[in-house]
């Protein structure tokens, strides 16, 4: 069943990144009293409730911001959250953006550039999924330990000025025009926080490889089977070019996806956005634990 979105008029153009990060910090005072590199999370489909932890937030709108466009998916309401975590500086992206809406690859891993450009270290990148892998459940948290991507256009680098590191590995990849797609992006100190939080609030965090793809419209039986053969446990509309560009800036990274679906093809199930939304507020709760125990015992 197709996702119901307005499509904007944008273009993958923008101005010179320091205006955007310009414009952010005249819009955030609290962003010079930071003591310490920020957090950086990514709230996706259904996933906003954790921006209520957020500790007095200072609320940008993307579109208060030049470069970055408003989102239009159900679910994400388009704005930073910029604040304090467990007492840990955090900035969070309170929804983010598609190429299904009509963004470039550029535009949608904006936001991500910019936060990197702002020092975040790292970035937790939370997202809704249709469960492929038949051990999966309905509710499952999933840590993101393999990716790929079917996403349609060329992954851009991020703005040379946005890199937090100056090496020779980073500086090829801005040349070439694209991420350094070997880079790991499942960091093992926030893997193993994520894990031992699960383990203390008794759920289970699986591990799986998660296939993004364009979107809006959710997969048929074929497609399902073909993705599971090809090694596929989650499909979704996103994350995959975030994580590149943050690890390609030099941030620690770790994915963690909400099944919110089962696309099994030979159990098949109408999947519907309105029961994708409250499945991940039903999950949202482990999901700030784990978040809570990166702010606390990461970098």
């Excluded at 955030?28 to 920020?38: D, G, Q, R, S």
């Excluded at 840990?88 to 990197?116: C, F, K, N, Q, W």
């Excluded at 999924?129 to 038949?134: D, E, F, S, V, Y």
């Excluded at 591990?207 to 074929?222: C, D, F, H, I, S």
Aim: proline share 7%; aromatic share 4%; glycine share 10%.
């Amino acid at each position: 069943m197709p996702i119901k979105f307005d499509r904007p008029a944008v273009t993958d153009s923008a101005p010179d990144p320091s205006e955007s990060l310009a414009a952010l910090r005249d819009r955030a005072p609290i962003l010079a009293k930071f003591e310490k590199p920020p957090l950086g999370v990514v709230l996706g489909s259904g996933l906003g409730g954790l921006a209520d932890a957020i500790e007095s937030p200072t609320i940008v709108p993307y579109a208060e911001i030049p470069g970055l466009a408003a989102s239009t998916a159900s679910g994400h309401r388009g704005e930073f959250l910029i604040g304090h975590l467990a007492s840990r500086p955090v900035i969070a992206m309170a929804g983010r953006l598609h190429v299904y809406e009509g963004h470039s690859l550029r535009d949608v891993t904006r936001p991500v550039a910019l936060m990197a450009g702002l020092g975040i270290n790292e970035l937790v990148v939370s997202c809704a999924a249709g469960g492929l892998n038949p051990n999966f459940n309905v509710g499952d948290l999933v840590l993101l330990n393999e990716h790929s991507s079917w996403l349609d256009g060329k992954l851009g680098a991020p703005p040379t000025s946005f890199q937090r590191t100056n090496d020779s590995a980073n500086e090829s990849a801005a040349a070439a025009g694209c991420f350094r797609r070997s880079l790991s992006t499942c960091d093992p100190q926030l893997d193993a926080i994520a894990h031992q939080t699960a383990h203390t609030n008794g759920f289970e965090l699986r591990r799986g490889m998660y296939l993004a793809v364009n979107g809006p419209n959710y997969e048929t039986r074929a497609e399902c089977r073909m993705m599971r053969r090809l090694g596929a446990d989650l499909v979704g509309m996103s994350t995959v070019p975030e994580l590149l560009c943050a690890a390609s800036a030099g941030v620690r990274t770790l994915g963690i996806s909400v099944v919110t679906n089962l696309a099994l093809p030979d159990a098949p199930a109408t999947a519907d956005h309105a029961d994708v939304l409250e499945v991940c507020e039903r999950a949202a709760e482990r999901l700030q634990q784990i978040v809570r125990a990166i702010a606390t015992h990461g970098a």
